[in-house]
């Protein structure tokens, strides 16, 4: 026989103690009764504010704000990701890609794919001259609707 039944063979399940009856019926007027009396608190207004409790949550608001900006500059300046300007036009770029021969954009061992996603647009478009190919090779079926596009 387990513990358990055991346990409750000998002492039953009913607990020794009982709530006597309308307990709960008359509980929160005598918690109520029994409370001091106190008087309410006057609602302060605007104007009695001073300066500072008046500024403080717009203050707080363009803190939150600046560490925002500041936390995803770091972030920009340590991802390494330079943006565009004059001394460097999308031109420039464009130029340098077309002068790499294509094979120089895959790893090693020719399955990984090693460039940006423009370089990879740029090797797929040279090696490519219908959609038709494309599905051939890579055993995929472009969705209809793109059919009269042209690479």
Same mark, same amino acid.
């Given at each position: ?60 608001? !363009? $803190? ?13 300046? &340590?991802? *390494?990701? %330079?943006?565009? =300007? ?20 895959? !790893? $090693? ?13 740029? &090797?797929? *478009?040279? %090696?490519?001259? =219908? ?21």
């Amino acid at each position: 026989m387990s513990e358990d039944k055991y346990l409750k063979e000998k002492f039953g399940t009913e607990g020794p103690w009982k709530v006597p009856e309308g307990y709960f019926n008359s509980l929160s007027e005598s918690i109520v009764a029994s409370l001091p009396e106190t008087e309410p608190e006057p609602l302060t207004t605007f104007s009695d504010l001073s300066l500072w409790q008046r500024i403080k949550p717009y203050v707080y608001l !363009a $803190a939150m704000f600046a560490g925002i900006w500041l936390m995803i500059n770091m972030f920009h300046n &340590l991802s *390494g990701v %330079n943006t565009l =300007s004059l001394d460097n036009p999308p031109e420039n770029i464009a130029m340098i890609v077309a002068e790499h021969d294509p094979s120089e954009f895959f !790893a $090693a061992d020719n399955s990984l794919f090693s460039g940006s996603d423009y370089e990879l647009e740029m &090797l797929v *478009g040279s %090696n490519y001259d =219908s959609i038709e190919d494309f599905e051939q090779d890579f055993d995929y079926e472009i969705d209809p609707r793109y059919d009269n596009i042209k690479i």
